[in-house]
Nanobody
């Protein structure tokens, strides 16, 4: 499945953005979908995941760095996963990517190991800038 992230932009600290990850076909519904980000000079970081509703009841997972501020959701009818980002901080500035994978436990594996857990599909990123 091909993925395309969108919705990035420039916001002030404390602001909000909603990112979208659109998939090319309906097999997306059987995939867990994760969001990652990479800031300049830093390693790629996993931040959130939503499991497949058909395999794992659509559970959501968050890294400590975004928990309570970001919300992941999915609309399988639209083959899209969203990342609602609120209370943005300058340290949230990065290129954001989405990834999909059919493995049932991949959300937990991403939470534990980050990108080292691998991924089935990877989308182009969208830039998020947070500055005053």
């Amino acid at each position: 499945v091909q993925l395309q992230a969108s919705g990035g932009g420039s916001v002030q600290p404390g602001g909000s953005l909603r990112l979208s990850c659109a998939a090319s076909d309906s097999s997306f519904a059987n995939s867990a979908v994760g969001w990652f980000r990479q800031a300049p000079g830093k390693e790629r970081e996993w931040i959130s995941c939503v499991s497949s509703p058909s395999r794992s009841d659509g559970f959501t997972y968050y890294s400590d760095s975004v928990k309570g501020r970001f919300t992941i959701s999915r609309d399988n009818a639209k083959n899209t996963v969203y990342l609602q980002m609120s209370s943005l901080k300058p340290e949230d500035a990065a290129v954001y990517y989405c990834a999909a994978d059919l493995r049932t436990l991949i959300c937990a594996q991403w939470k534990l190991s980050g990108p080292k857990a691998g991924f089935g599909s990877w989308g182009q990123g969208t830039q998020v800038t947070v500055s005053s």
